[in-house]
């Protein structure tokens, strides 16, 4: 029993951890959101502590020493530690709303408590300080906690509880629930979709199912039609069109890898399951699109898909973003370095926005059709470079790791799936907001934290003594 707790809970609590907000969204306001994370963090760090994965002929002693030396050790560790600082800083920097001067009879933008420190919107700030501290942990326990199995369990379970949320939140917009009806109305206009965490949990579910046959859990191949059958269907019912080709291209680039690794480490039985369990789980969401049908959304995706490339994008999408993308760089432009303040946007767009630009956008517009253009113009360049960092490091890893790998054994799939996933998002921010989402953030970083972990260790040649020896009397 404490061989499989120390394997796989961990695993569970992480996985519980990156996937929380898809459950609570539909019904949970932001605030009680970050609570719940808050709170699951504390656990999923109680575990990382207690309950490691352990190697071979390793005491759970020797294991905890090995992983908090090796977190303490970690510069990307201290450097989300100072990304929580950060945010929390901004969420307490509040203030930044609509102000009106009396003596001039204008409105205007005001500053937060503190100018010189990044601010945000009464609460804005919350959420994605909760988010960053989640995001601290879920990075640490995926780089130095897990083991190859619980890396593979991380990846099953994540992605079997996205699916079972996609399901639940459909039938909740079936049956009428406000917030599941809303994700549902999710035109290219809107800017964020849940879909396309969706999107993200389908590749990590195609990138487990190798490892399901290679670890033998043959008895869990029905909860894997739940994983990738429950994410595709998410993935269809809560994004745009654009965004489930976007996806769909992906998942068949993570297929290639999964049935190929399969096929030449496993067997070519094990590659030919690999592709049943897909058609078979392709059986989920177009049971579920025939169950909990709507025929404005399922004709609006189907004839968008069908028109090829140009019918992918509304008529008004072109001219929207470039309004959009025009209002973000005023913004921007008054605050270079720290932004507007998060949450900032829909208050820019009533001060930059033209008269006759109004009649594109749609009402309330919460944020420019280019994430990047977003994040500079809320954030501003420090707040750009923040995230840049974090990424940067989780980079250096993989590559670093990669450089080294060659040769050696490991399980391509996980070291493929993080590269993709961030190329899908990256592909993304260019015509939405949706990688700025919590559960999108903690998806990926989680998958990058894998995918460099998942590769072996760079490990120098060392010398025998009787080499140094031999080298020394050749020497003389």
Known sequence: MQKFISKYALAAHLALLAVAPLFLFPYCTPSSIATVELYLTLFAAVWIVCEPSRRS??????????????????????????????????????????????????????????????????????????????????????RHALGKSARICFLFTSSSLAGLSAIATAVLAYCGCPGAV?????????????????????LA?????????????????????????????????FAPAPVVALYAAAAALIMVCSTGY????????????????????????????????????????????????EGLFPERFVQARDILSSVAAKAWEGNSWLGTGLGS????????????????????????????W???????????????VVLAFLLWSFIIRLAGAFGRSCFVPACVLGPVALLALIAETFIDNSFLRPEALMAAAAFLALASASLPQWRQRKESQAEKDGIRKKGC
């Open 205 to 237: 579910s195609v990138a487990a199912l190798p490892g399901i046959f290679e670890m033998r859990w043959n008895k869990l191949l029905v909860l894997f039609s739940l994983s990738i059958g429950g994410t595709a269907t998410g993935l269809y019912f």
């Open 345 to 372: 946007f829909p208050l820019d767009v009533r001060f930059h926005a033209a008269a006759e630009d109004w009649s594109t956008l749609v009402p309330g517009q919460a944020a420019a059709l280019n994430g990047w």
């Open 182 to 202: 809303v994700a549902t109305k999710c035109s290219m206009l809107t800017a964020s979709f849940v879909g396309s965490t969706f999107g993200l949990y389908l």
């Open 57 to 142: 002929g390793e005491t759970m002693h020797a294991a905890r020493t090995r992983v908090l030396s090796s977190i303490v050790g970690d510069a990307l560790f201290w450097i989300m530690a100072v990304v929580s600082l950060i945010a929390a800083l901004r969420w307490a920097n509040c203030g930044v709303a609509m102000a009106f001067d009396l003596e001039s009879e204008t409105w205007s933008i005001s500053l937060p408590r503190l100018a010189f420190i990044p601010g945000s919107v009464d609460g804005a700030g919350y959420l994605p300080f909760a988010v960053s501290v989640a995001g601290m942990i879920l990075v640490a326990g995926c």
């Open 262 to 309: 399969a096929g030449f480490v496993l067997s070519g039985n094990e590659a030919f399951k690999c592709v049943a369990a897909v058609i078979i789980a392709a059986l989920i969401p177009v049971l579920c699109v025939m169950w909990f049908s709507n025929a404005e959304i399922d004709s609006a995706r189907l004839d968008a898909i069908g028109a090829g490339i």
């Open 374 to 388: 977003t994040l500079l113009a809320e954030r501003g360049i420090i707040g750009a470079m923040v995230l840049a």
